[in-house]
């Protein structure tokens, strides 16, 4: 009896985890078509422009209709502007105003987890692109 408890909890438990995997792979499908995945800043600001300010409304949209998932901020700054801690400052005020932004948006703030890699990361290949928070569901 207790094998077959066993088996049928693990069972249960890789049905659980096929069903999050299909539900983050649509979430995920519909922010790439939102192009909410990247929240672009001009250079030395922190401040969220309109035209990004509304990927963050889909982004929210789309949490909304997946309570189980999470989302993580990671904010840069491009190398080649600024010094080091400057830009490290600069990408923790990037994710924490797209944080703040999702929370006024109705989105729990547990559910929303950021970091910053300053400029010692350079995910993208133009300054322009490096001035960013890069949004990965979870």
């Known amino acids: 009896a207790a094998a077959e408890k066993a088996a049928a909890d693990k ?15 649509e979430a995920k499908s519909k922010l790439q078509a939102a192009e909410a995945e990247n929240v672009f800043f001009l250079l030395g600001s922190s401040v969220i422009r309109k035209e990004q300010a509304e990927k963050l409304v889909a982004l929210s ?7 189980d998932l999470k989302v993580l901020f ?53 300054p322009e692109e490096n001035r960013v928070a890069i949004c990965t569901l979870k």
């Open 74 to 126: 990671v904010g840069y700054a491009d190398r080649s502007t600024g010094n080091p801690k400057l830009n490290l400052d600069l990408s923790k005020r990037r994710s924490e105003v797209v944080k703040a932004r999702l929370v006024e948006l109705g989105v729990d703030s547990s559910r929303v987890e950021i970091d910053h890699k300053g400029c010692t990361v350079q995910p993208y290949k133009t």
């Open 11 to 25: 069972a249960a438990a890789e049905k659980a985890a096929a069903e999050k995997a299909g539900r983050l792979a």
């Open 61 to 67: 949209k789309i949490l909304s209709e997946y309570p």
